[in-house]
């Protein structure tokens, strides 16, 4: 392969995605006077918050050459945790630490079934989707838990000069998980499990426990998203969370993060969020359906794969 050709494909799979979302704002601006505004800005980050956070864990999932389809029923039951511990009077910081302690040990069961049990990442977070969901649903019956202080609300409601909470916490994240994955051995090991997962092991890494822990971390951001739309909705429903596997994953691969592993990054990833909550948002300001609004959606995630396909250097 031609030095141009490696140049452009890298190029490619860098600037590809930030290009896009300017592109779709630079359209939608054009359609919608109401779109470019401050205050539509701060409302698109708000409402994209929930997926970006859940897609750090995918992230992180998908780079290791995993799929992880139980995010959205963990994000629901930890949601169930924090709620009924607030309702029983723990106190708010116990509270959420038993729902981000939940969301982490139920991820390391993902990770363990896989790695340890050698079963197809597919089918075990596929199971664990239908478990978590069932024990949310047994927990309370079937019925929402309501009803919490605004103290605890403050953390989704409130602001910091002006910036809404929630995209503080996401920036935060996102911040911390880049760091991990960009400069710290376990982040190096992530990406050695996905690129070649035999070499990595013969090369002395653990490879089963970091893919435990991999998974683990994908739980653990299901259960910070959690936290943030129980907070924001004074709610927490057994039923939340229906789909967010989907919207993760479509933010992660628009973002660039191949799905064959290996390669990806929590930057892209952000990007990929965006893109779809400015997609959305722009579509429900020109007053389109939310039938066509799935159809466009599912257009994208088809054309990002096709792309990734496409930019992929071809590995020896």
């Given at each position: 392969?031609?030095?141009?050709?490696?140049?452009?494909?890298?190029?490619?799979?860098?600037?590809?995605?930030?290009?896009?979302?300017?592109?779709?704002?630079?359209?939608?601006?054009?359609?919608?006077?109401?779109?470019?505004?401050?205050?539509?800005?701060l409302?698109?980050?708000?409402?994209?918050?929930?997926?970006?956070?859940v897609?750090?864990?995918?992230?992180?999932?998908?780079i290791?050459?995993?799929?992880?389809?139980?995010?959205?029923?963990?994000?629901?039951?930890?949601?169930?945790?924090?709620?009924?511990?607030?309702?029983?009077?723990?106190?708010?910081?116990?509270?959420?630490?038993?729902?981000?302690?939940?969301?982490?040990?139920?991820?390391?069961?993902?990770?363990?079934?896989?790695?340890?049990?050698?079963?197809?990442?597919?089918?075990?977070?596929?199971?664990?989707?239908?478990?978590?969901?069932?024990?949310?649903?047994?927990?309370?019956?079937?019925?929402?838990?309501?009803?919490?202080?605004?103290?605890?609300?403050?953390?989704?409601?409130?602001?910091?000069?002006?910036?809404?909470?929630?995209?503080?916490?996401?920036?935060?994240?996102?911040?911390?998980?880049?760091?991990?994955?960009?400069?710290?051995?376990?982040?190096?090991?992530?990406?050695?499990?996905?690129?070649?997962?035999?070499?990595?092991?013969?090369?002395?890494v653990?490879?089963?426990?970091?893919?435990?822990?991999?998974?683990?971390?994908?739980?653990?951001?299901?259960?910070?998203?959690?936290?943030?739309?129980?907070?924001?909705?004074?709610?927490?429903?057994?039923?939340?969370?229906?789909?967010?596997?989907?919207?993760?994953?479509?933010?992660?691969?628009?973002?660039?993060?191949?799905?064959?592993?290996?390669?990806?990054?929590?930057?892209?990833?952000?990007?990929?969020?965006?893109?779809?909550?400015?997609?959305?948002?722009?579509?429900?300001?020109?007053?389109?359906?939310?039938?066509?609004?799935?159809?466009v959606?599912?257009?994208?995630?088809?054309?990002?794969?096709?792309?990734?396909?496409?930019?992929?250097?071809?590995?020896p």
């Amino acid at each position: 392969m031609s030095g141009w050709v490696r140049w452009f494909r890298g190029a490619g799979r860098r600037f590809g995605t930030v290009a896009g979302l300017m592109v779709l704002c630079a359209i939608l601006w054009t359609l919608t006077p109401h779109f470019l505004t401050v205050g539509n800005a701060l409302n698109v980050m708000e409402q994209t918050s929930i997926n970006a956070i859940v897609a750090v864990g995918m992230t992180y999932v998908i780079i290791s050459g995993g799929i992880d389809l139980s995010v959205g029923s963990l994000l629901a039951f930890s949601g169930i945790v924090l709620a009924e511990g607030l309702k029983a009077g723990w106190g708010t910081p116990l509270a959420i630490a038993a729902a981000l302690f939940v969301g982490a040990v139920t991820g390391v069961a993902n990770g363990a079934g896989i790695a340890f049990g050698r079963l197809p990442p597919f089918i075990m977070t596929l199971g664990m989707m239908s478990v978590a969901r069932g024990a949310a649903l047994l927990v309370t019956d079937g019925r929402p838990v309501s009803g919490f202080s605004p103290g605890f609300r403050s953390l989704a409601t409130g602001q910091a000069l002006g910036v809404p909470s929630p995209i503080i916490f996401t920036l935060a994240m996102y911040a911390g998980a880049h760091l991990v994955l960009s400069r710290t051995r376990f982040g190096r090991y992530v990406y050695g499990i996905g690129g070649n997962e035999e070499a990595t092991r013969l090369s002395g890494v653990a490879v089963r426990f970091h893919k435990t822990m991999v998974y683990g971390v994908s739980g653990l951001a299901s259960a910070v998203a959690a936290l943030l739309l129980t907070a924001r909705l004074n709610t927490a429903q057994p039923i939340a969370g229906i789909n967010y596997e989907l919207d993760a994953i479509a933010a992660t691969v628009i973002g660039g993060t191949s799905l064959s592993g290996g390669e990806g990054s929590l930057g892209g990833t952000l990007v990929g969020a965006l893109t779809m909550g400015v997609l959305r948002n722009g579509l429900n300001l020109l007053g389109v359906s939310s039938f066509l609004q799935q159809l466009v959606i599912g257009v994208v995630i088809i054309g990002a794969v096709l792309t990734d396909a496409l930019f992929k250097e071809k590995r020896p």
